[in-house]
């Protein structure tokens, strides 16, 4: 109707959101005070002064700014506004001067008695602390305003929020020290009054809540006022008729009968106390009406109030006359009171418990008569023993103390007012005996029978001091019950003897406790803070009674020999039965020593003999601590040979003697006994400890076995003398447990978790005694075993190995100099058999700590030998580089030619020895860390470790290198961490060395390189790589070429030339030595590439005449037609070997790089000798035996040589194909018909044979054969397709080989097939098409499908598609994967390139079959789809030689995606459309950012085409297809296809141009086939415009369409419509036809409905 935008702002013209804090300091900059007549009366002003009206506008006009905008926020509502203006105000306080804080002072009282009850606590404990601030710099200036702001301050300090009363109170005192605050109240006693009587009485508009705290406040501050008044003041006339008016008034009383919570009946209570007690007279006056509001609430239940309530009754009944004549004593009061003793005093006995003799005392005296007191007497012992033993007190000392404590006050009472009556001896007859009965035998708490018994102790000390009568009545019921505890029953609870033994030990002492009663039956659990003792915590866990007077003799006397009954009866069970619960009453009791020797003065020694034998007995039986406590304490008065003897017996029983010793070593009380110090220090005791200690070390597990072990041998570490601090036990002991310790580090069960437990325990064990060496024997032993043990494991974790470092640094801070002498010994020794990474890292670490250690000592020149002693020898370096062991390393290298040795190899290689090299690099590491760190202290040493580290660095790339191809492998896994931070070293290294050390180290590596060769050249050509230092032309040759040759392009060319110039002035008889300048001439050569200048290419040109002529002279030696493996081992041989081998590399250079300058009599050459070559290589290779395959460096060297040569005459014959016309000038001209019909067949007809052998048997393990395949499979890719007659289903398998180079190798060999397969694809489906043979769906050939059906891919195919997953390079899996992608992108090729019937059979199969949805599935678990952002590349070549790598995986990924979108894009359109919504989404992003501007620009760019009838064009730009179709001469129709941005997932919208001569009804038609064979053709869009078009053609030729579709063409397979009805004539396409039926369930024709 009309009505008002609630979505628009609240004003008219508002451009910003309201804000109280802008408004108030808008306000503030008035210059005029406006005053707080305009504040919003919102919270409630009980008092409001007439000084607080100030009418003088100068007075406001003096209020600063800042106070005038703080003090208009504190009348805003919201709470934040106002907490931040009262810390406003309090800063301005603190700032200003007293002069200004007096302007302010007037409006104060107002303001602070508003916010004064503030419903937020925040803003009235911020109120507070602001007036405090202001009060206190005021001080007297407060006077003319006191009055106005007294009532809301005083009350302030009863508010429910406790930090808000603090302040309130503090700021009074603050104020008013001393008795300056009595005067205040008594000055504004009247408004205190006032202000408290509008609290409570006065009716508002407050919530219920605030209403409550509000007379909360005024209850509890009258209670205040009452006790801080004095009480002259309170007793005044004028005064006290305030008072008398307050409480005459009847709606004060209603107060607490309407509101009945619990916080107003407490603050009701304690005001009646406060009024009884200070104003008596006014309590009688208006006893009719207060005394029925306190009494009426003896029924309440709420504990918290009752101690408030029964003092407050107490208080009236023992102040008000005929108080008693309000309330029934006998029948009302009585019962309520012995209720709440039966319950404990509901948890408040320490608060109730002074007022129970009192209450007791006033209510005996209305009984009427002496039956009706002893009868009460008796009601109110047993409701305090009922109350005992209520469970609410049960874990509460005190409160059983306090109730305790009130008993046996009460009882000390009565028999007082008993006098000589027999009323008291009766009572403790027939009441206390028979519920201490009850109480023992019931499952009462150890905590109240200790309190009950601990106050019998204390009132019969008392009394058989004062009135000893009582005190043997008492003494006699008591002997006598607690001798009936033990002898009336034959079997007794054990619960019932623990409680007799409790009994008797209080009574012997008040202080002490039954402990082992406590550790077996109840599980403490205690809060130790951060500085809290053990001691402390102990001291806390009981509180202690008020102080026992020194016990009587005769008390002790009478107990001591009851105790020896109880014994005697206690050892007889046990002689008779082996009863165990009597042996803990007897043990327990003989922990007192006055009860010990009693009852041993009493026995004589036979019994005392049987004693022990049963004590014995029943040791071997329990085996516990308590009765080995026992067994020594007996012990201990027995003769010396008898003690032995029975030790010895015990020695056997491995067990008792475990916890006999545990029991000795954790007492310190036993520990003072000789005999068992010298039981301790015996060889019995030793083996047991070791025995134990080994134990723990061979098999751990949580059992309690295997705790009591650790126990055991942590109080064996932990025990001291009790004269000193050295070790209970003899060293021999200790130092057999530390060794055991160490034993158990090379356990053959010991692993990562067994290590990190046992290092845990073992660090808890030795903890509490690392203050002392115990464990330190003279020669450090332990010691020097812990830091072999550190240097060496490889199963000790970062963490336990801190925590032994740790220990070994406590160890070693008794004796450190020696102790690190040895620690850096070990760690010398174990350099050269470091077994993981991680061990030298930790090696280092404890280098460091020993070095820190060492200089803690302050000798500098002793610590920086120290420092030294770790460093290696130059003989200790050269032992890891051993020329044999380099051979074997530089594999690689070698067989490739990136190495060339001064002396021919004639050794075959040999497995690598990883350990020895991975050694050297942990070696390594450790050293140049060290130094690293300390640089300082090897600044002599710096100089000559660099070339080694260098040469380790050298030896880790090797590594990589090596490894980075091949299977991943655990060992290896650690080389990559080492050689970064053996860089790290190196650099830093090297920066801190001045230019002239530089030098000096670069000389020393150049020299070390000339002199061992192998490694030496690497790691020199890394140096001067950082160095960038260079050598003299006349410096280098042949020797160094290789390694430092980094000159530029002019001078490059200069030694090339003088290289090759060198080459000729070798006589044709030496042409055997000159490999060395062979190899040099072709690394030149490559580092040249495209920069030789012309006089170079001239020189190159003369090389292949040179070595033709070579040739011409020695045919027979250049192995044309030879057996490699025939080759004599002579070094003469061998050197003609490797010459020949640098031969074909020098000529594989030279065809790579510099092809268009040689002659033709040069290329004649280089193919036919490559020919003869290719012999030699069948030759060789035929009868190898398994070993020699991989071992042999001349065949091995000769095959990579031959297939670099063969690969680089392919490429270039390839690429003279690509650009003929280019090429004719510079080359023969007949030189790729020779390639193609002569030379190639010889050399592929040779290498081919070999690769498939060798690719079917590939040793992955050996590190030849990756170079050799690697070779090989490089060498095959331009072979011609008439070489390869291997069938597609012997290639396939090697799709999933173990070798990347093979897989890839057999995609490409396949790739070259694929014509020949779906042309033999085509004929097969025409056949069945002539033989009216219709399929649906056609299965790709089986050799193309087994990659993708054999491929294992279990862990992806557990993902959900979306989820990335990463593909480590070179493992199982990325073996797996890569063949699954390349036999896909074989069979979406072959899609591609079939015809529309083929693609569409091949598209049915891939979807029915569910391989297109894995494949969807698996791509995008590996296509990085949310942060790849580049666009896909289709075109992606695969090489052989190819490094995988995350990217590269990701990349193939994209691309066969990519593939699948453009070759089958409705099958993928069809999958995303049946996805999930997540997965569906993401494709889409991807698709639409990173492949479809490519699809979409590769579809364009071959759209355009031109028919008789129909035109196609582009533009590219709007992404728009435009096809014109002619229908005659006249008519003509365009049609415009609008291309989405997730092409080919999304429809293409196809909209109408120009139509001339076409109806509507036909132009929709045709257009709805358009989009129809656009959207579901498995093709380009020229593809579905081409089978349109073909569609209409058809409908024009007159062919009539199918009459289910109304398709000429189907949409799907391409078919006419053939099947035609018997009846109507009518033809349609078979797949139409079959949906027909399915759908109708019947078989009649759509049109005329008859049986078809």
Not at 479 to 489: A, G, H, K, P, V
Not at 666 to 686: I, P
């Amino acid at each position: 109707m009309g009505g008002k935008d609630k979505k628009g702002p609240r004003t008219k013209g508002n451009t910003k959101p309201s804000s109280s804090g802008r408004s108030a300091e808008l306000l503030g900059n008035v210059t005029e005070f406006v005053g707080f007549s305009g504040l919003p009366e919102g919270s409630y002003v009980p008092v409001i002064g007439a000084n607080s009206l100030v009418e003088d506008a100068s007075a406001d006009s003096n209020i600063p700014a800042d106070f005038r905008l703080s003090l208009r926020k504190m009348g805003k509502r919201d709470s934040t506004t106002k907490i931040k203006a009262l810390q406003e105000f309090n800063e301005l306080c603190e700032e200003n001067s007293l002069e200004t804080l007096k302007t302010i002072l007037p409006f104060w009282p107002r303001i602070f008695s508003r916010l004064a009850v503030d419903g937020d606590r925040r803003v009235r404990e911020y109120l507070h602390k602001s007036h405090l601030q202001l009060t206190s710099q005021l001080g007297r200036n407060l006077a003319p305003y006191l009055k106005e702001m007294m009532g809301a301050w005083f009350t302030s300090q009863s508010d429910t929020y406790a930090p808000a009363a603090f302040v309130a109170a503090h700021s009074l005192k603050t104020c008013f020290p001393g008795d300056k605050f009595s005067d205040a109240i008594a000055f504004c006693h009247n408004e205190i009054m006032d202000y408290i009587k509008d609290s409570i009485l006065k009716e508002n508009d407050f919530s219920d809540e605030q209403k409550e705290r509000i007379t909360i406040g005024g209850i509890a501050g009258y209670s205040l006022l009452l006790q801080q008044v004095k009480c002259d003041v309170l007793e005044s006339e004028k005064y006290l008729l305030r008072h008398s008016e307050m409480w005459k008034n009847a709606n004060l009383y209603k107060i607490v009968e309407q509101n009945k919570s619990l916080p107003i009946k407490q603050a009701w209570f304690g005001l009646i106390y406060s009024v009884v007690h200070y104003l008596p007279e006014v309590a009688k006056e208006n006893s009719k009406r207060l005394l029925p509001s306190i009494f009426k609430f003896l029924d309440d239940s709420e504990s918290t109030s009752q101690p408030a309530l029964w003092e407050t009754t107490l208080k009236i009944l023992l102040t008000v006359e005929n108080a008693s004549s309000y309330v029934n004593l006998s029948s009302h009061a009585t019962p309520k009171f012995l209720n709440l003793l039966r319950n404990a005093c509901s948890g408040n006995a320490r608060k109730i418990g002074p007022l129970i003799v009192p209450y007791v005392r006033l209510l005996r005296e209305h009984k009427e008569n002496q039956s009706q007191t002893e009868e009460f007497d008796r009601q109110v012992i047993e409701a305090l023993f009922q109350g005992l033993l209520c469970r609410s007190i049960f874990n509460s000392s005190l409160e059983a103390s306090a109730l305790s404590e009130s008993l046996f006050q009460l009882l000390d009472y009565i028999a007082k007012a008993s006098g000589d009556s027999p009323h008291f001896k009766e009572l403790l007859q027939s009441t206390v005996i028979p519920s201490l009965d009850l109480m023992v035998k019931s499952k009462c708490s150890e905590l109240v029978v200790s309190a009950v018994i601990r106050q019998v102790t204390v009132t019969l000390t008392c009394w058989f001091r004062t009135d000893e009568s009582v005190a043997n009545v008492f003494w006699e019921l008591l002997d006598n019950f607690i001798m009936s505890l033990i002898t009336q029953s034959s079997d007794p609870d054990a619960s019932l003897f623990e409680n007799v033994a409790l009994i008797i030990l209080v009574l012997m002492d008040a202080h002490s406790k039954l402990d082992n009663r406590t550790k077996m039956n109840r599980r403490c659990i205690r809060i130790r803070f951060a500085d809290t003792t053990t001691e402390d915590m102990s001291k806390g866990q009981e509180t202690s009674p008020a102080h026992v007077p020194e016990m009587p003799l005769l008390f002790r006397e009478k107990v001591v020999a009851m105790s020896i009954l109880v014994c005697k009866d206690a050892l007889k069970r046990l002689e008779v039965s082996d009863c165990e619960t009597s042996l803990r009453l007897f043990a327990s009791l003989m922990r007192c020593d006055d009860i010990l020797r009693g009852f041993l003065a009493a026995e004589s020694a036979s019994s005392i003999d049987s004693m022990l034998s049963s004590i014995r007995r029943m040791l071997q039986k329990l085996r516990d601590k308590n009765t080995s406590f026992l067994f020594f304490t007996i012990l201990d008065v027995m003769d010396s040979e008898f003690r032995c003897i029975i030790l010895e017996d015990l020695a056997t029983d491995e067990q008792t003697y475990e916890v006999m010793v545990s029991t000795a070593l954790e007492s310190s009380e036993l520990s003072r006994k000789q005999v068992v110090l010298e039981w301790l220090r015996s060889t019995d005791v030793g083996d047991l400890l070791i025995s134990t200690a080994k134990r723990v070390g061979v098999y751990f597990n949580e059992d309690e076995n295997n705790d009591f072990a650790w126990s055991l041998l942590r109080a064996a570490l932990a025990a001291r003398q009790p004269s000193s601090q050295e070790p209970l036990l003899p060293k021999v002991h200790i130092g057999g447990i530390m060794e055991a310790f160490i034993q158990a580090f090379y356990a053959e069960h010991a692993d990562e978790n067994f290590i990190d437990t046992f290092v845990q325990k073992l660090s808890s064990t030795l903890k509490p005694s690392s203050q002392s060496n115990f464990f330190i024997d003279p020669s450090g032993e332990w010691l020097v075993s812990l830091v072999t043990v550190l240097c060496s494991s490889v199963i000790i974790q970062p963490t336990s190995a801190n925590i032994l470092l740790e220990l070994w640094e406590k160890g070693a801070s008794y004796a450190i100099h020696s102790r690190c002498q040895s620690a850096v010994a070990i760690i010398k020794n174990n350099l050269t058999a470091i077994p993981e990474f991680n061990v030298a890292e930790r090696l280092v670490d404890i280098f460091q700590h020993v070095l820190e250690l060492e200089l803690t000592q302050g000798d500098h020149e002793a610590s920086h030998l120290l420092a030294r002693r770790v460093l290696l020898s130059d003989s200790e370096w050269m032992n890891w580089m051993k020329e044999a062991s380099c051979c074997d390393l530089m594999t690689k290298e070698i067989m490739n030619g990136r190495y060339c040795h001064s002396n021919p190899i004639t050794n075959n290689f040999k497995t690598l020895q990883l350990k020895n090299w991975y050694g050297l690099l942990n070696a390594a590491f450790v050293v140049s860390s060290i130094v690293v760190r300390n640089q300082h202290m090897f600044e002599q040493d710096r100089n000559g470790l660099i070339p080694y580290v260098f040469y380790a660095t050298a030896v880790a790339d090797i590594l990589l290198e090596i490894n980075r191809k091949r299977m991943k492998d655990d060992t290896l896994g650690d080389i990559d961490k080492i050689s970064g931070a053996l860089e790290s070293n190196a650099n830093s290294l090297l920066s801190s060395c001045s230019d002239q050390e530089r030098t000096e180290v670069f000389r020393k590596t150049l020299l070390n390189s000339r002199q061992y060769r192998w490694i030496w050249c690497l790691a020199a050509r890394k140096l001067q790589s950082v160095l960038q230092q260079s050598l003299e032309e006349t410096e280098i040759t042949e020797n160094t070429v290789m390694i430092f040759c980094n000159p530029n392009d002019e001078n490059l060319n200069r030694i090339t030339q003088t290289q090759i110039a060198k080459l000729s002035a070798i006589s044709s008889d030496d042409w055997a030595e000159s490999f060395q300048l062979l190899a040099s001439i072709r690394f030149l050569l490559e580092k040249l590439a495209a920069s030789a200048n012309d006089d170079t290419l001239i020189s190159v040109a003369e090389s292949v005449k040179i070595l033709q002529s070579w040739q011409l002279k020695h045919d027979e030696s250049f192995l044309f037609g030879q057996d490699l493996k025939m080759i004599s081992r002579t070094e003469s041989s061998v050197k003609a070997v490797w010459s020949i081998i640098e031969v074909i590399r020098l000529l594989s250079t030279i065809v790579e790089f510099y092809p268009y300058k040689l002659e033709h009599s040069s290329w004649d050459f280089i193919l036919c000798s490559m020919t003869s070559w290719c012999t030699t290589f069948e030759e060789s290779w035929s009868g190898l035996s398994a070993l020699g395959q991989h071992t042999n460096p001349i065949l091995l060297s000769f095959t990579v040589a031959l297939s670099r040569l063969i690969q680089n005459c392919g490429a270039l014959i390839a690429d003279v194909d690509k650009k003929k016309e280019e090429s004719i000038s510079s080359l023969p001209p007949n030189l790729a018909s020779e390639w193609n019909d002569v030379f190639s067949d010889a050399a592929y007809n040779a290498i081919l044979p070999i690769f498939f052998i060798q690719s079917r048997s590939n040793n992955v393990s050996h590190l030849s054969s990756f170079c050799l395949m690697e070779a090989m499979a490089l060498s095959v890719r331009h072979v011609p397709v008439k070489l390869l007659h291997q069938p597609t289903e012997m290639l396939s398998p090697l799709l999933l080989a173990k070798h990347s180079a093979i897989q890839f190798a057999a995609h490409g060999l396949i790739s070259k097939l694929l014509p020949e397969i779906i042309s033999a694809e085509a004929t097969k489906c025409k056949e069945e098409l002539d033989g009216d043979q219709e399929k649906t769906e056609r299965s790709p050939p089986p050799a193309l499908l087994l990659p993708i059906e054999k491929a294992n891919l279990e862990d992806l195919d557990e993902l959900r598609c979306g989820d990335l997953h990463t593909v480590e390079p070179y493992s199982q899996e990325c073996q797996q994967i890569l063949g699954y992608f390349l036999g896909w992108d074989l069979i979406l090729r072959l899609c591609g390139s079939s015809d529309s019937e083929l693609r569409y059979q091949y598209a049915s199969y891939l979807t029915n079959s569910k391989l297109i949805s894995r494949l969807m599935d698996i791509l995008f678990c590996i296509i990085p789809h949310a942060t790849f952002q580049q666009q896909a590349n289709l075109d992606m070549e695969f090489r052989p030689d190819i490094t995988l790598t995350e990217k590269i995986i990701q990349d193939i990924a994209i691309m066969i995606y990519s593939s699948a979108l453009r070759h089958l894009p409705a099958v993928v359109r069809r999958w995303c459309n049946n996805a999930d919504k997540r997965t569906a989404s993401l494709v889409e992003k991807f698709t639409s950012r990173c492949v479809s501007p490519v699809l979409c620009s590769l579809d364009l760019q071959f759209c355009t085409k031109t028919w008789d009838n129909m035109t196609v064009r582009v533009r590219p730009t709007a992404r728009e297809v435009i096809a014109t179709y002619k229908l005659n001469e006249e008519g003509s129709m365009e049609l415009i296809m609008q291309l989405p941005a997730n092409y080919p997932l999304g429809n293409i919208v196809v909209e109408t141009g120009r139509k001339v001569g076409v109806t509507a009804n036909q132009w929709r038609s045709w257009i709805l086939q358009l989009q129809t064979f656009l959207m579901q053709q498995n093709g380009s869009i020229l593809d579905g415009l081409t089978l349109w078009k073909r569609n209409v053609d058809k409908r024009f030729e007159g062919i009539e369409e199918c009459y289910i579709c109304y398709y000429v063409l189907h949409g799907s397979n391409y078919q006419l419509p053939k099947l035609s009805c018997r009846t109507c004539r009518k033809k349609f396409h078979a797949d139409c036809l079959y949906k027909w039926f399915s759908t109708s369930n019947n078989s009649t024709c759509p049109l005329c409905r008859n049986l078809f």
